[in-house]
């Protein structure tokens, strides 16, 4: 009897160790940012789109969801008949991180130049559930028909309006394709990119209806 009482008492515990992660591990939800739609008129009228990461709150009368630690964004681009727009992904950028810049003195001005440490360090973030994060998406310039997607890398090409030749998204309705890791975990969703003329309102995201 007490063989099977201790028996028993170890598959309990092995229960709830499962339930406990099951209901605190992190549960991401990629989304459109209400207010992720950002208009500026420096080096000419562009706009940034930006999508929002949430970690799910706490399950019922459980502790809250544990972060999601290191997350990183990738971004796809496809056509309709499911080819690809951008010859690989492309590693999103946080705009919670800091540019990957650093400012030096040259000629009595400051200078911002490429800093590739944080080219690559700024390319994780940890998502808690009480702090939701951005991901940037993409930038178009008004009266242009491509926009491209910005990331960290797109600040190589600083003096092209951070037009990255390789991230370019030519004119037509598309799948956007967001998936980011993190910690034992990914999570992916689905967005339709419609750009449809040279304007900067000419550009509308919305979900992926399948």
């Given amino acids: 009897m007490d063989t099977l009482t201790f028996i028993l008492g170890i598959l309990a515990s092995g229960i709830a160790a499962v339930l406990y992660d099951q209901v605190t591990r992190p549960r991401l ?3 459109i940012d209400p207010s992720g739609r950002v208009r500026s008129e420096d080096q000419g009228l562009h706009e940034f789109h930006h999508l929002i990461v949430r970690n799910r709150g706490k399950y019922w009368t459980f502790p809250g969801r544990r972060p999601a630690w290191s997350a990183k964004a990738q971004i796809e681009v496809f056509e309709a008949n499911g080819a690809s727009v951008i010859p690989r992904p492309i590693y999103a950028r946080w705009p919670s991180l800091p540019e990957p810049l650093t400012q030096v003195v040259g000629g009595g001005e400051v200078v911002n130049l490429i800093d590739q ?3 690559l360090t700024g390319l994780r973030v940890d998502v ?3 702090e939701d994060q951005q991901i940037a998406l993409l930038i178009k310039y008004d009266d242009e028909d491509d926009c491209h997607v910005f990331a960290n890398e797109s600040y190589l090409y ?5 037009q990255h030749p ?3 998204i030519p004119l037509g309705t598309l799948k956007v394709r967001v998936t980011v890791f993190y910690d034992r975990g990914r999570n992916t969703a689905e967005f339709k990119l419609v750009n449809g003329g040279p304007k900067v309102e000419d550009v509308q995201i919305t979900a992926w209806d399948r």
Avoid: D, F
């Avoid at 600083?158 to 951070?162: E, I, L, M, Q």
């Fill in 29 to 31: 939800l990629i989304e």
């Fill in 166 to 168: 390789e991230m370019r």
């Fill in 158 to 162: 600083s003096s092209s309006h951070w």
């Fill in 128 to 130: 808690h559930s009480h």
């Fill in 117 to 119: 440490a944080k080219l």
